[in-house]
T-cell receptor
Framework: SQQGEEDPQALSIQEGENATMNCSYKTSINNLQWYRQNSGRGLVHLILIRSNEREKHSGRLRVTLDTSKKSSSLLITASRAADTASYFC??????????FGRGTQLTVWP | NAGVTQTPKFQVLKTGQSMTLQCAQDMNHNSMYWYRQDPGMGLRLIYYSASEGTTDKGEVPNGYNVSRLNKREFSLRLESAAPSQTSVYFCASSRDRNTGELFFGEGSRLTVL
């Protein structure tokens, strides 16, 4: 499979803690994207990092990309109960196809 | 600010029945996509349309057909529904095919009995 694979499959933390999710992939990519999905809703784009970038920030989100290891991480700092959702990485191949992983279910307890 | 609108939100079919899922976007995007989401499987691409007038198969196209009616609309048709097609279907759009983010609809939950 060319899908990104998130790790862990599930993560449970307390409010105020940081949440880190990882994504590994197999093929060369054009960019890597992270999406969030609240229960019963559609996916919402969070952040995109290009293959020539190593780190990107957006608010409480920090994404890193290591193309030599074919891996990425998403860090959510100072988590809130409202961050409870599933998080997906998606890799855009050099041929333009976008492949989604199976997701990490994050639960943030008040 | 509608974004991507899918209809219907819920549908129950009997095996062998046909139906069409409708999708429309108001962001003037060139590319549109249909995905299915199954528990533990992530999202899998069924069909996509890189631009108006073109459609291409994704990872799991069998049992489906699509029509890019115009730049705004992209429909997904199940000609003879099977229980294996029970899933949540998402339509998405993007400015272009090769780069950038996808904007998703809220999903259509389909059950085939």
């Amino acid at each position: 499979s060319q899908q990104g694979e998130e790790d862990p499959q599930a993560l449970s933390i307390q409010e105020g803690e940081n949440a880190t999710m990882n994504c590994s992939y197999k093929t060369s990519i054009n960019n890597l994207q992270w999406y969030r999905q609240n229960s019963g809703r559609g996916l919402v784009h969070l952040i995109l990092i290009r293959s020539n970038e190593r780190e990107k920030h957006s608010g409480r989100l920090r994404v890193t990309l290591d193309t030599s290891k074919k891996s990425s991480s998403l860090l959510i700092t100072a988590s809130r109960a409202a961050d409870t959702a599933s998080y997906f990485c998606a890799t855009r191949s050099t041929l333009g196809r976008l492949y989604f992983g199976r997701g990490t279910q994050l639960t943030v307890w008040p | 600010n509608a974004g991507v609108t899918q209809t219907p939100k819920f549908q129950v079919l009997k095996t062998g029945q046909s139906m069409t899922l409708q999708c429309a976007q108001d962001m003037n995007h060139n590319s549109m996509y249909w995905y299915r989401q199954d528990p533990g499987m992530g999202l899998r691409l069924i069909y996509y349309s890189a631009s108006e007038g073109t459609t291409d198969k994704g990872e799991v196209p069998n049992g489906y057909n699509v029509s890019r009616l115009n730049k705004r609309e992209f429909s997904l048709r199940l000609e003879s529904a099977a229980p294996s097609q029970t899933s949540v279907y998402f339509c998405a759009s993007s400015r272009d095919r090769n780069t950038g983010e996808l904007f998703f609809g809220e999903g259509s939950r389909l059950t085939v009995l």
